[in-house]
């Protein structure tokens, strides 16, 4: 992990600042918190990493201090955190002192308060927030729900059980994290107060909106007005886009194939024809099940490519298509709140009369900018037995493949007073069978995309050798834990099926 050296002289202090200062910081209630810790031949700066995961605070310190230790291996129960640094670090002249959030790492030498601030302010190491987002009233958990340090590029997402884990550089570590989902008062509070928070509850927003305000606001009509505002709401300039992707296949309830990676997105501007995005790769891992054979008999089309082709404000699906408003029918739902800003929901579906397959679901429009924010829609259920090659790539002529469902969310977010894609997914389900058998099997593809960092200072083309291409197969499985393998990026983190299967998957391997 790449840090600044900090400075390597400080002002040397009496020895009555040293004997009055290190005994308080060993006194400090988080070098005695309990934790158990495995780690088999990891580095100590992967293990400092794992660690950080259990106190909710960070390691400030010089990587070069211990650049020629040799990887540790240990499983303890139950230990002091001092005694497990001590242990981890095996050298007796490294000392601790905690400041705010972080656990300052130092030789001795460095001999006062003030210089050992000064290391903690100046290490450019991240911090990890971890928690679950839950529903105030309900106690269940959110879903989705977008997480932000308030001002900055950062972002990620909850998972399934509203779980999230975010990593934030600690320059940071004055700003302000924000939580909000659509319906919910915005959640927002000083990093240095959350401390050892692992449970954020959000509150409804109620918004006393009469019925007839909304019956008297014409759908269609607001519809246009906000495709009209599209150069004006997004960034009409290029920008890359740090993101996180995640692809499965499951067949019923057993995992067979896992995908992720960390992209970066040339994506040129809205509202105007201009050349295509581009997407490379900056990490990623694949793990399938080999033993599988008929999962891997059909190709979806799901993938790179498919991440692209949902930001359907750039790349319109018909519903947001002048020549296809008139085999929908749209209704004003309701005004709800959305990042305590109000919002109208459009609720849209296919004609009675139209054949075709075509998409139902809901378009969340910002009442003040006219900024399109959020779409929730599937294929309706008149067609969706007709769209069978519009999902499958490949298949031997001898199986039948019908998609059963194909639900999709995605979602935008501001930054700088511009909106930028913010989150993907799709989930489709498909019934797969010999022909002559009688009894099939359901397989789901599911892919998910949120943005983690937002560049607009420094954008350039990719270079055409660095250009994923929609088939890109990723790395082999590395067996590590994701948040020793992603470094400093942010991922979603997975449900607890998918860690189960990956765990799983990890066996198969090693048996072949």
């Not at 809205?270 to 033993?291: F, H, M, P, T």
């Not at 109000?342 to 998409?359: C, D, N, R, S, W």
């Not at 910002?366 to 259920?381: M, P, Q, T, W, Y």
């Not at 499958?392 to 511009?418: D, I, M």
């Amino acid at each position: 992990m790449k840090m600044n050296n900090y400075i390597q002289k400080f002002m040397m202090g009496g020895l009555l600042v040293i004997f009055a200062f290190q005994p308080m910081q060993a006194q400090h209630p988080v070098l005695g918190q309990k934790i158990s810790f495995e780690c088999n031949g990891c580095s100590i700066a992967e293990a400092l990493s794992e660690i950080e995961t259990r106190i909710s605070y960070f390691f400030s310190y010089n990587p070069d201090v211990f650049a020629d230790k040799k990887p540790v291996s240990m499983k303890l129960e139950n230990i002091p955190l001092k005694a497990l640094l001590d242990t981890v670090i095996s050298d007796t002249t490294i000392q601790y002192s905690v400041l705010e959030k972080q656990v300052v790492l130092y030789r001795r030498g460095v001999e006062n308060a003030e210089s050992i601030k000064q290391l903690g302010l100046q290490s450019k190491k991240s911090f990890t927030i971890t928690g679950t987002i839950i529903d105030r009233q309900t106690q269940k958990p959110v879903p989705f729900a977008n997480i932000c340090i308030v001002g900055k590029s950062l972002g990620s997402v909850s998972n399934m059980q509203g779980e999230f884990v975010m990593k934030v550089p600690g320059s940071l570590w004055n700003n302000n994290l924000g939580i909000s989902f659509i319906g919910y008062k915005t959640y927002i509070r000083p990093l240095s107060e959350i401390h050892n928070q692992h449970v954020f509850e959000l509150e409804t927003d109620y918004i006393p909106i009469q019925e007839v305000i909304i019956r008297q606001t014409e759908p269609l009509l607001l519809l246009k007005a906000a495709l009209k505002k599209i150069p004006e709401n997004y960034n009409v300039n290029p920008s890359v886009l740090t993101s996180f992707y995640r692809e499965t296949i499951e067949r019923g309830n057993e995992f067979m194939s896992i995908t992720e990676s960390v992209l970066e997105t040339y994506k040129t501007g809205y509202g105007k024809a201009q050349e295509n995005d581009q997407i490379r790769v900056l990490k990623g891992r694949k793990s399938q099940n080999i033993n599988t054979g008929d999962s891997l008999l059909v190709k979806l089309k799901a993938g790179l490519n498919t991440t692209i082709l949902l930001d359907i404000v750039k790349n319109p699906a018909d519903f947001l298509q002048e020549e296809y408003f008139e085999v929908y029918d749209y209704q004003m739902a309701d005004i709800i709140s959305d990042n305590d800003r109000e919002t109208y929901v459009i609720v849209f579906k296919q004609k009675e009369h139209i054949g075709e397959p075509l998409y139902q679901g809901r378009i969340y429009i910002d009442v003040k900018n006219l900024a399109i924010k959020n779409f929730e829609f599937s294929l309706s259920k008149e067609g969706i037995e007709k769209t069978g090659d519009r999902f499958v790539v490949k298949k031997p002529r001898w199986l039948v493949v019908k998609p059963v469902e194909a639900n999709y969310r995605v979602s935008y977010r501001e930054f700088g007073q511009k909106y930028y894609l913010n989150f993907v997914r799709s989930e489709t389900d498909f019934r797969m069978r010999k022909k002559r058998q009688i009894f099939s099997s359901i397989y789901r593809s599911r892919l998910e995309m949120v943005i983690t960092d937002i560049d607009t200072t420094e954008v350039k083309k990719f270079r055409y050798r660095e250009i994923a291409r929609p088939e890109t197969i990723f790395t082999d499985l590395i067996h590590q834990k994701p948040e020793t393998y992603w470094e400093d990026y942010n991922y979603i983190k997975p449900d607890e099926s998918l860690e189960d299967a990956v765990k799983k998957l990890n066996r198969s391997i090693k048996e072949n």
